[in-house]
């Protein structure tokens, strides 16, 4: 590649049964990460994300494993393309930063797919033990999300988009928010389907667990310029980088100034590598001038292209 790429990874939520499905069936390569998880999981990650069902998928513990496997599947089916492609730039969406670091050489598979899962079971077991939910808030400014939080007793989980918020706090609190967002004008109030308040005080037990597993864990500085989504700053510590994901747990996520700090890099085409195209879309509102390649499964070879080319010219 004579052209920089980065990569950005997508987090909880993108999850689709079917995903990945013909990546496993049409690339050896991605077929070999799936029956490595199965193997280290101790159980059929592949089958779930396959075939489902649905309600199994989108519980905590096995979308993220599941978005996780699937992710890193997508990048190896384009290594197969691309052979040697490395990213200049990687972030990922709250749980994508786990798959980011995996990328760039931070942390192996095997620890990766180990850590994400301590982290589900502990979010999953914070969200029973603190009950809670999140909400999206569309057209309002973060000023405005950051007033409704704090009247609500809510807090901010993350700025995907210069007007789109997502809070998160206990039942009432959303509620209270959502009709907070409404009298203020917001286009959409709306609670999400999601397993518990996550990026909120409610799952400080599950960063205390979290940093447990982490402290054990081998971390290497990531081989390209990697943004943590607690401080949206290049970071290259090991040290810092675990302190930083387990904070992840209880912080905003700052995906508006990662994006930022992306296109101050000087990278400007992109690959969104794993289910769904929901980065994409959030580039073209923070940073519209940076391209987004995104690749989930077979069908989106095509997009490739370019890159293909430039790697053969």
Known sequence: MTKPIGFLFPGQGAQFVGMGKDLFEQSPAARAVYENADR???????????????????????AQTGILVTSLAALAAVREKIPGLQPSFAAGLSLGEFTALTASGAISF????????VRAEAMDLAAKNNPGTMAFIMGLTLAECSDIAKEAGCEVANLNAPDQTVLSGTLPSIEQACKLAEAKGAKRAMPLKV????????????????????ASTPIQ??????????????????????TLLAQQLTSSVRWVET???????GVTTYMELGPGKILKGLARKCQPELEVISFGGMADIKGLEPLILQTQS
């Open 40 to 62: 280290i999981l101790g159980y059929s990650i592949s089958q779930i994300c396959f075939n489902g069902p649905e309600d199994q998928l989108t519980r905590t513990l096995y």
């Open 195 to 214: 397993g518990g308040a996550f990026h909120s005080s409610l799952m400080g037990e599950a960063k205390a667990k979290l940093e447990a597993a982490l």
């Open 221 to 242: 500085t990531p081989f390209c310029t990697f943004a943590p989504n607690v401080t949206a700053k290049p970071v290259t510590s090991p040290d810092e980088i675990r």
């Open 259 to 265: 994006l930022a700090t992306a296109k101050a890099t």
């Open 110 to 117: 095997e620890d990766a797919l180990k850590l994400v899962q």
